[in-house]
């Protein structure tokens, strides 16, 4: 996960109030889930600053950044890249050539998910347009999945750094427990 090369998150597109959940969702999902860094067009700023306020309460290590320029991280990511679309190839067919890729040969992956239409080129320039079935759905469910598949369940174990809270599991009922005595 963190000792890994990198899994950053890249948000395509963002409609300022309409999309304001589901953007904030999508970073949300993408530190509860282990990847490293989420990015947001520069439009998006109240979802970084939700995204960054749960990182500070509930721990990292995780980075959340705007960008005036997708497309361009797109174009100059120096790993690999995995467009979730549900037009992709599926899943359960390609999932081990990224881990390979991700685990093996060293290479950074970037995830891009979109809003709405997505423009063309970001399919050509993906090096796998992935499909968590070919159904349509979401973003957040797309990128739920993927990640589970590239970690194979591993980063449900992840531990938290500077967290100020930590949510005590439990059977029943809700227990929230402060860190910053120890
Ligand atoms: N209609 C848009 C298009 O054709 O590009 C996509 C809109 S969809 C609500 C928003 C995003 O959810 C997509 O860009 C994609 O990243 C993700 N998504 C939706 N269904 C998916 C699926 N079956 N597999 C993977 N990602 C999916």
Redesign the pocket.
Known sequence: MHDEPEVAVLRLGHRPGRDERMTTHVGLTARALGADRVLFPDNAGQSLETVADITDRFGGPFAVELTDSPQGIIRNWGGRVVH???Y?ERVQDVESDVRAAHRDDGESLLIV??????PFDVYEEADWN??????????VA?LGVFLDRLFEGRELESEWTDADREVIPMETGKRVESTDEE
């Open positions: 979730l679309t549900m992709g998910v979109g809003a709405e239409k997505v992935v499909g968590v079935t070919n159904q349509p759905h979401s973003e797309g």
